[in-house]
């Protein structure tokens, strides 16, 4: 792990979390240095990281223009929001249906699909009352997605960090164990922000850090170090 060198320097491993920010940091045009935390071999652990983030999880984000240090990507969402004037809206209403799509991602859809990818695809054994427990919530939390998405393109009207924080959680169905057959609306957002350029750069720059093909190898190695 490299110490901050710029304005905005972002650490962080194309994980669905860190992803979401990623995405942001494209869409925005926010000059950034991107800094890689292996966290397959624990790099998340190291002290200068720990600093940045107590809590030892990515992402993270430095702004040492403002003195500014931030973990949780949720909030880093918000911060750079509000630095940029960008995919929040300003007026009480819009910023409030945003805000609590952000954090229904970051309360349930998040740790609860990441329970789903860890018992269907990690465990050391096939639990089947986990796997029931979070298949069942899983889809609930798809079902409520589909009917917000039904009668407008974007989770919070317009796009937004509400878009960019669930995105890279639902890219994900298949090692949910979903279909997106029964959510129409689900798969057509799906398709239309994984359009986006932006979007399209951010992965394209994950897949540099860390290839496709090592995922499930990394994913392995990153529950034996927890």
């Given amino acids: 792990m490299t110490t901050p060198s710029s304005a905005l320097d972002y650490f962080y491993w194309p994980t669905p979390n860190g992803q979401k920010v990623a995405i ?5 045009g926010l000059p950034f240095t991107a800094h890689p935390v292996n966290i397959s ?10 600093r940045i983030s107590p809590n030892q ?3 993270a984000l430095v702004d040492s223009e403002a ?5 949780e990507s949720g909030a880093i969402l918000l911060y750079l929001a509000q630095r940029s004037g960008q995919f929040l809206p300003t007026d009480v209403h819009g910023s409030t249906e945003v805000l609590q799509w952000l954090f229904w991602q970051a309360a349930n859809l998040g740790p609860i699909l ?3 990818v860890y018992f269907l695809n990690y465990a050391p054994e ?3 009352a986990p796997v029931a427990r979070f298949r069942k919530e899983t889809v609930r939390l798809y079902t409520v997605l589909e009917h917000q998405l039904a009668e407008r393109d974007f989770v919070a009207g317009t796009y937004s960090i509400a ?15 979903m ?23 951010a992965y394209e720059k994950g897949e540099q850090i860390r290839p496709s093909g090592q995922t499930d190898a990394d994913r392995t190695n990153l529950y034996k170090l927890e």
């Avoid at 071999?41 to 720990?50: D, I, S, Y």
């Fill in 24 to 28: 942001f940091l494209e869409e925005s």
């Fill in 126 to 128: 096939h639990l089947p």
């Fill in 57 to 59: 999880r990515i992402p």
């Fill in 114 to 116: 990441g329970q789903t």
């Fill in 67 to 71: 003195g500014v240090s931030i973990f």
């Fill in 41 to 50: 071999k624990g790099e998340q652990f190291a002290a200068e990281f720990t």
């Fill in 163 to 177: 878009d960019m924080a669930i995105y890279p959680w639902v890219l994900q169905y298949d090692k949910q164990g």
């Fill in 179 to 201: 279909t997106l057959d029964d959510f129409p609306n689900v798969a057509a957002w799906l398709m239309k922000i994984g359009e986006r350029s932006a979007v399209i750069r």
